[in-house]
Structure formats: structure tokens, C-alpha cells
């Protein structure tokens, strides 16, 4: 953790972003397996990694995954898997990725602020993202979205954990987390020089805004 904050630094393609993500103290490093992102790798890419990652939880994300390529990527070493996925998408979809996934799956619906989560998304995963809405793609857009409907989100649903994603950086996370209450932040394109390449610099700067943000007041509990 960071300040009390937990924080997944997505979209990793190298050791030493990796690394700089582990040295501020992330708790989660994201690797992408969705083949139209920029920041995809490759599920062999990320073996070869693998042995030389800083012990932290690894988090696949991908988009709409058959439920057997989840099973695949827990047994090759993933901890964690985040989908991200339309609203139409069949119950019984969301249902086998649960079952491939155990007390590991996270789901980031794709729909705007405002949008009553559903009962079976709710019932597959205890940990669930808000991420920024648009209507060309999944995540990843750069783009803030409404801190006040996380808030919302987390308000009336307390029993399950829920991370704040969207645009974060080392300039709006402190506004992020005042204005949405969040405990748990993903950042991507925030901390980045160019897509798919991490900015050290740029990570450590928030974490420092995260500390800063800590030490202006207590936060409220998990």
C-alpha cells in the first residue's frame, strides 16, 4: 500500500517498469492480454517474466476472455484476473468466469456513470472497478470519469471492494481520492511516456501525491 491506498499499476511490459512499480510500493502489477490494446503482451512474454517479477500480486486484464483461457492464466501464474466486458454479455458468461476464477475475478463493466450495477455482477465478483466510460473501447482511454458515481457505487454496495480507474496521474489522484472516497486506485496511462512504456518518474510522483494527499487528514477506512 501506499499511504493506506492500494494501488494496481497496469499495463506492464517490462521488468524494469515492474520494478519501479514495486520500488513506491504497489500492491498490484497489471499485465494486459487483450490483443487490440497497445499495451497487450503476450502470455509468453509474460512467462519469460515471470521469475524475475518483484513478489506482487499479478493481475491479467483482458476483455471478454473464454472462460478457459482464465483457468490458463492462473495456472501460469496470475493471481488475479480483471475483465472488462460489454453489459449485454450473457449471464451465464459472467457466471463461467467466476467459476474459472474463485474469490479472483474483477469486473469492470462497460457502462456509464449513473448505470445500476446487477445483481449476477455482484454475486460473481467481490472486487469491482469503475473505470471511465467511452464508447470506442475498454479502459486505457486517458480519460477522468466521475469520481462522485464511485463514490456512489461503493456507497451502496459497502460489502465489496471497489477500485477507482480512469485517467489517473500524479496531478488529479489527491482530487481523486477526496471527491470518491476510493481506497483502491488502478493507473495506467497516468504514469506513462508513452503507451505501453512507464515513466518512473512520473510513478513516483504519485505516490508522493498519495502521501501528500494522506497526511492532509484521515482517510476513511477500506
Not at 513478489?55 to 490458463?72: C, D, T, W, Y
Not at 457502462?111 to 473505470?131: I, M, N, Q, Y
Not at 485517467?167 to 471527491?179: H, I, S, T
Request: charged share 20%.
Amino acid at each position: 500500500m501506499i499511504a493506506g491506498i492500494r494501488v494496481k499499476v497496469c499495463g506492464l511490459r517490462s521488468l524494469v517498469d515492474a520494478e519501479a512499480a514495486d520500488a513506491v510500493g504497489a500492491d498490484y502489477l497489471g499485465f494486459i492480454l487483450y490483443p487490440k490494446s497497445p499495451r497487450c503482451i503476450s502470455l509468453e512474454q509474460f512467462r519469460s517474466l515471470l521469475p524475475r517479477l518483484p513478489p506482487r500480486q499479478k493481475v491479467a486484464v483482458s476483455v471478454e476472455p473464454r472462460p478457459e483461457e482464465v483457468g490458463e492464466w492462473l495456472a501460469t501464474g496470475f493471481d488475479q484476473i480483471q475483465v472488462h466486458f460489454r453489459p449485454e454479455t450473457p449471464v451465464a458468461t459472467v457466471a463461467a468466469w467466476a467459476a474459472a476464477a474463485p474469490g479472483k475475478l474483477w469486473l469492470a463493466p462497460k457502462v456509464p456513470a449513473g448505470t445500476a450495477w446487477r445483481p449476477e455482477w455482484l454475486s460473481a465478483a467481490g472486487t469491482l472497478l469503475v473505470d471511465t466510460y467511452h464508447a470506442a473501447g475498454f479502459g486505457g482511454s486517458g480519460q477522468t470519469g466521475d469520481w462522485s458515481d464511485y463514490a456512489r457505487c461503493r456507497g451502496e454496495h459497502p460489502g465489496h471492494h471497489w477500485i477507482l480507474a480512469g485517467g489517473l496521474g500524479p496531478e488529479n489522484v489527491a482530487r481523486a481520492l477526496a471527491v470518491s472516497g476510493a481506497r483502491w486506485i488502478d493507473v495506467n496511462s497516468g504514469v506513462e511516456s508513452a503507451p505501453g512504456v512507464k515513466d518512473a518518474a512520473k510513478i513516483r510522483q504519485l505516490a508522493a501525491s498519495i502521501r501528500q494527499h494522506a497526511s492532509g487528514g484521515n482517510a476513511p477506512p477500506f
